[in-house]
Structures are given as structure tokens and as C-alpha cells.
């Protein structure tokens, strides 16, 4: 299978739409879409977050000799996602946007957030 159709297979598995998906890396729905379609092809910075956003390695998106009846495509373990994805159909397309640009953060990013998060005076009702 190619990148291009990987990455459309995997979207569509996750019930993404190319706009969360766009919106969760900070670009143009057109620039995922040519992603898609075959026209580009992402620069490895973009990889490894595609490859967080499926729950994938870079290699796994690489490989073009993987079919849709490879280990890819049939692992069990790809789509176990914690219960917890299950409850993302219920948040607003803010809070989405919020839960998977988390998912990206770095652990120095995420303590931050935390520390913000915690911090009594910043959180507005």
C-alpha cells in the first residue's frame, strides 16, 4: 500500500476528517489533502507526528511493500485505543483539537501545561 493511501486508510479507521487532521499538525486542509492524493509528500518533522496522530511508526508509513492485509493494517493493537478515545465523539471540535495537539506535546511541553492548568488564578468559568 503507498503512504498516500496508508494515511487515508488510517484517517478514515480513526473517524478523522482531513481537517482535524490538518488542524491537529497546523496546517491547510489542502496541504494534508495533497498529502492524500499523492501530490507531496510530508518532510520527517510532519512523519513522526502522522506517525503519533495513527499510533504507527515512521517506518510503518514508509513502507510501501505493506498491504491492507499486513500486520499494519490488521493489528489488533493498532486500533486498542484506550476507552478513552471512545468518549471524542462527545467534545466540541475545540476540545478535540486541544486532546490530540497534547498527544504531540513534548513532556517539557506537557508539564507546562499542567503547571498552568494548576495554577487557580489562570482558570476563568
Known amino acids: 500500500m503507498e503512504f498516500k493511501d496508508k494515511i487515508k486508510y488510517l484517517r478514515k479507521k480513526q473517524n478523522y476528517t482531513q481537517q482535524q487532521v490538518a ?4 496546517i491547510d486542509r489542502s496541504t494534508y489533502s495533497f498529502y492524500e ?20 511508526s ?10 491492507e492485509n499486513d500486520s499494519l493494517v490488521s493489528s489488533p493493537k493498532l486500533f486498542n485505543t484506550p476507552q478513552f478515545d471512545d468518549k471524542l465523539n462527545d ?3 475545540f476540545e478535540k ?9 513534548s513532556a517539557s511541553q506537557k508539564s507546562k501545561l499542567l503547571e498552568y492548568l494548576s495554577d487557580s488564578e489562570n482558570v476563568s468559568y
Open 23 to 26: 488542524d491537529i499538525l497546523g
Open 91 to 93: 467534545l466540541s471540535d
Open 58 to 67: 515512521v517506518d510503518d508509513l514508509l513502507d510501501d511493500d505493506i498491504s
Open 37 to 56: 492524493i499523492g501530490k507531496t509528500r510530508p518532510k520527517l518533522e510532519m512523519l513522526k507526528s502522522l506517525a503519533k496522530i495513527f499510533k504507527v
Open 97 to 105: 483539537l486541544v486532546v490530540f495537539k497534547t498527544r504531540l506535546m
